[in-house]
């Protein structure tokens, strides 16, 4: 079964950019000489499972230390806790030698470990196809904590005592308790406001932006499609056409040109009032000019669909 990773690299870096400081490799001192020709050796080195020559990843280690014969071959002795390299063109004391793992390999084995510690902190109260939003991506929730999970455990890791793998411990716990309880949502949570629409920009370059809803969506689900026609400008002068949900597709796909539903209202003239959108919901726009194509997402989910998750609450039992 393949590994499941809930946060990438670059979600590491958005929580953490420092985290590139705690690469986990350890430079190798003491080469000497041995009887062979170009062959050096370290004792006490320290495990070395990938050997690394100013920054250079060597490969895989040779079968034993008599075969390491060629530039850049290398072998660990576990048993001695030394390290063999060849080289006939360098001497390795005046090379940066370090013995560690390959930075991406590590991150991505804590980014699996966090992966794994966030389902068991959270699988007995959260189905894990609740991770996923809409669009089939992990909610941004999930991806947070699982790398503030992954920036924690490296950091403690290299220094338990680092004052940043505190800080980020906690809200990761603290987040993970939010969760639990229902204080924080995922994105595709039908809660008391969800009927009301979640406003969202596609592609919007003029200055006239759509800044509100009203009302209660009488429908199920749709992602209602707004777009501003190639009557674009002031308002009293820009016009706006809706697409909702047909038998095949909804009212936009949340890309610029893609597909889209029914068209339901057509070119009506912005007037910076509550105006028609659809299913019971009006839209307001503000700002000074629009432009032709401007598009936006309304995303809403019916009145009668409404669930809020409950917060998890303690009972006092006593005793008669």
């Not at 020559?53 to 230390?65: F, I």
């Not at 793992?101 to 804590?110: S, V």
């Not at 929730?141 to 505190?166: C, M, N, W, Y």
């Not at 095949?248 to 597909?259: C, K």
């Amino acid at each position: 079964m393949a590994t499941v990773y809930y946060c990438t690299h670059r979600d590491l870096k958005d929580v953490y950019p420092h985290i590139d400081e705690f690469d986990t490799k350890t430079a190798i001192y003491g080469w000497v000489t041995t009887g062979t020709t170009s062959l050096y050796l370290a004792r006490d080195s320290g495990l070395v499972t990938v050997l690394f020559a100013n920054g250079e990843d060597l490969g895989d280690p040779e079968a034993n230390s008599g075969v390491v014969n060629a530039n850049g071959e290398w072998y660990y002795d576990s048993n001695l806790d030394t390290v063999y390299y060849f080289n006939s063109a360098s001497e390795p004391i005046d090379m940066l030698m370090e013995g560690g793992e390959d930075f991406n390999t590590l991150i991505t084995r804590y980014r699996g470990n966090a992966s794994r510690y966030f389902e068991a902190a959270c699988d007995s109260f959260l189905p894990r196809e609740m991770y996923l939003n809409a669009d089939g991506e992990y909610d941004y929730i999930i991806k947070r904590v699982t790398a503030l999970l992954t920036a924690a455990f490296l950091i403690r890791a290299s220094d338990p005592q680092h004052p940043q793998g505190e800080p980020l411990w906690t809200e990761a716990m603290e987040t993970i308790d939010a969760l639990r309880e229902g204080r924080i949502k995922f994105s595709k949570d039908v809660t008391s406001d969800s009927s009301k629409g979640v406003v969202r920009e596609v592609n919007v370059s003029g200055t006239i932006r759509l800044v509100d809803t009203r009302g209660r969506y009488k429908g199920t689900y749709d992602k209602i499609k707004v777009k501003i026609d190639t009557t674009g400008g002031a308002i009293g002068t820009a016009t706006y056409s809706v697409w909702v949900k047909d038998g095949t597709n909804l009212g936009g796909d949340g890309t610029v040109g893609g597909v889209e539903g029914s068209k339901v209202v057509d070119k009506q003239v912005i007037t910076g009032d509550y105006q028609t959108l659809s299913g019971g919901l009006q839209i307001r726009f503000a700002g000074t000019s629009a432009t032709a194509n401007d598009t936006w997402e309304v995303e809403v989910q019916g009145f009668y669909e409404e669930i809020d998750t409950p917060h998890i609450k303690s009972t006092r039992l006593t005793r008669r």
